[in-house]
């Protein structure tokens, strides 16, 4: 872990992705590392070179996992490390060639979520048929946790987008429902972030399982529309929270409350 969990929530640290590393440099910091055992034998041992070829194929461009995959292949008590072998067919204009690539068995690079595709596999969600029934094929709990940083701005991207991917009415006023208890609940648990995540939940699960009839087609993500609101304090709010203010305005025609301005 680069930084510890209250850092990364004190400055709204999702998640931290670097450049990949060309295949070139990986290929020179491994001669590197197989100098500088070399006078440790005591210690180390030279991997093979099947060994080698298959760290550096799984590697993806993240040095740090294959230094570590490399030290670890490189210990005098240490096994051979499991690897995957796979077979990639390439036709010619005259003849087949197949190829053998082999990859770490236990060596993965880290992967997050974007934004775009967050939304994508909200908006868009896949099911996997179980005998009478169905259940979703990704993982809610994992994709919650990768927006749980900023869980407002998560669900106003899902408000802004979500019509555009729901094919039936009925399925659009559940999904509309949601949102809006979801928003409420999210305008009045703001001092606490643990507190979001359920928000956070119903409108991730919600608008996954309610969109029966999605429209599978390519549809551009908006932002969501950004207000300047000014807010009077008065003693007459009764615990009312901004969003009941802003539909006593609507309702009553009158700025008593708040007064927006849309950028």
Not at 199 to 216: E, P
Request: hydrophobic fraction near 40%; include cysteine; charge should be positive.
């Amino acid at each position: 872990m680069l930084f510890p969990d209250e850092i990364m929530a004190k400055y709204s640290i999702a998640h931290i992705s670097f450049n990949a590393c060309a295949s070139s440099l990986m290929k020179n910091a491994i001669k590197r590392a197989m100098e500088l055992i070399k006078d440790r034998k005591d210690c180390f041992k030279q991997p093979s070179a099947s060994t080698i070829e298959a760290i550096l194929a799984s590697s993806m461009g993240d040095i740090r996992n294959t230094m570590n995959q490399f030290y670890l292949a490189s210990l005098k008590e240490a096994g051979e490390i499991p690897t995957i072998q796979s077979l990639k067919e390439s036709k010619g204009s005259k003849r087949k060639k197949v190829d053998k690539n082999s990859k770490l068995k236990g060596m993965s690079k880290d992967e997050s979520l974007g934004l775009f595709h967050g939304l994508g596999r909200v908006l868009c969600p896949k099911r996997e048929q179980v005998g009478a029934s169905w259940r979703l094929s990704h993982n809610v709990g994992k994709l919650v946790d990768e927006f749980a940083i900023q869980p407002s701005m998560f669900v106003s991207f899902l408000f802004e987008n979500y019509l555009k991917y729901f094919g039936d009415l009925k399925d659009a006023c559940h999904a509309s429902e949601i949102l809006s208890i979801c928003t409420g609940l999210l305008d009045r648990w703001t001092g606490d972030q643990e507190a979001l995540i359920p928000a956070l939940w119903t409108a991730v699960l919600g608008l996954m399982v309610f969109n029966d009839h999605k429209v599978s087609r390519w549809n551009q993500i908006r932002g969501p529309v950004k207000f300047n609101k000014s807010t009077a304090r008065s003693e007459d709010w009764n615990g009312l929270s901004p969003t009941d203010l802003y539909y006593y305005n609507l309702v009553t025609k009158t700025d008593k409350f708040h007064k927006f301005q849309i950028n």
